[in-house]
Nanobody
């Protein structure tokens, strides 16, 4: 079994910062891409940022220059540093990862989600 557990969400004022973490655990052989998506009320889930095992990152246009994704491969953890937060960043943030388990099967996994609320 493989699990992704997120932490770090909360309530912050506009202009503030938050750092999300997501740790993968279980029967892991290797982790390929890791990333963050978000879903606001009444909207579809959207990609926020993704990072490869080699450290190459891509971002949604709406967060470029404000958010930074990083990962610690030794800890199987991905982070999302969110600065200059705006009310429109309010959403449930989900971690996801493409993981090869110890049976050498590749699958996509999702965390349970963490709420980020930005007040104006």
């Amino acid at each position: 079994q493989v699990q992704l557990v997120e932490s770090g969400g909360g309530l912050v004022q506009a202009g503030g910062s938050l750092r999300l973490s997501c740790a993968a655990s279980g029967s892991i052989f290797s982790i390929n891409e890791m990333g963050w998506h978000r879903q606001a009320p009444g909207k579809q889930r959207e990609l926020v940022a993704v990072i490869t095992s080699g450290g190459s990152a891509n971002y949604a246009d709406s967060v470029k220059g404000r958010f930074t994704i990083s990962r610690d491969n030794a800890k199987n953890t991905v982070y999302l540093q969110m600065n200059s937060l705006k009310p429109e960043d309010t959403a449930v943030y989900y971690c996801n990862a493409k993981i090869t388990n110890t049976a050498r099967s590749l699958s996509g996994y999702w965390g349970q989600g963490t709420q980020v609320t930005v007040s104006s």
